[in-house]
């Protein structure tokens, strides 16, 4: 089973697909978001430094971000593994090459979820979480809105926004990700490993095309 790195704007839908590899395929998902977050929430002045820049949509530094990742990856054995959220850009992307060959990784591909800006906003600004069983819900969308309002389905929980689920921080994410992390699509096709899928279908033929990358049926 190939690992996979994924490259996709923010709210795209990588986290959904990754739980899907992980229940599916025994998958470890590797989420630099969630890595973060974890370390936000914690009450030193690295925590709340953090928690600033997530909140205000900017990105961590690329030395924190490496190190926190690199420590993940070397934990893993004899297990496929997903990256979401790096590389972000060319140095990270570099770097990332360099762990590989350090940890013998070599077979892997990146998959680039291409999807339309509207749809997008949706998905980012209309995401609900449940912080006690960690479901998702999309008041946007009829497929994911909760049956009752603002509770979660299954532990009938109060459902949250994430602070960086705003229209503000969307905006500067994305604008970010299309000035720095496009380029990074370049830089993997230069390698000839990228296959690109269309994120704009439902969940069901996105997993239908990724799972047919992994398992060496077709590649871009």
């Known amino acids: ?20 590899l992980v229940d599916n395929f ?3 998902h590797i989420s630099t978001g969630e890595l973060l977050r974890k370390v936000s929430k914690e009450e030193t002045e690295l925590g709340k ?8 949509g900017i990105f961590v530094s690329d030395e924190l971000v490496l190190e926190i990742i690199k420590q993940e990856l070397q934990k893993i054995k004899n297990k496929p593994f997903i990256l979401d959220g790096i590389p972000r850009n060319i140095e990270q992307a570099e770097y990332i090459e360099q762990v590989f060959k ?11 979820m291409e999807i339309n800006v509207e749809a997008l906003k949706k998905r980012a600004t209309g995401r609900r979480l449940c912080n006690d069983c960690r479901l998702s819900y999309n008041v946007y969308f009829d ?5 009752e309002e603002n509770k979660c389905n299954n532990c009938h929980k109060d459902l949250i926004i994430r602070k960086d689920d705003s229209l503000e921080v969307f ?18 096709k230069n390698k000839g490993i990228i296959s690109s899928i269309n994120a704009n279908q439902d969940n069901s033929e996105i997993i239908k095309e ?5 398992i060496g049926e077709f590649n871009d």
């Open 143 to 147: 497929k994911y809105k909760p049956q």
């Open 210 to 214: 990724i799972t047919n990358i992994i």
């Open 49 to 56: 430094h953090i928690a600033s820049l997530i909140n205000n």
């Open 1 to 20: 089973m190939k690992n996979i790195i994924f490259i996709a704007p923010p709210a795209a839908g990588k986290g959904t697909i990754s739980k899907y």
């Open 171 to 188: 905006e500067s994410r994305y604008q970010t990700y299309i000035n720095i992390t496009l380029p990074v699509i370049n830089f993997y």
């Open 102 to 112: 350090e940890l013998s990784v070599d077979n892997y591909i990146v998959i680039n």
């Open 26 to 28: 025994n998958y470890i």
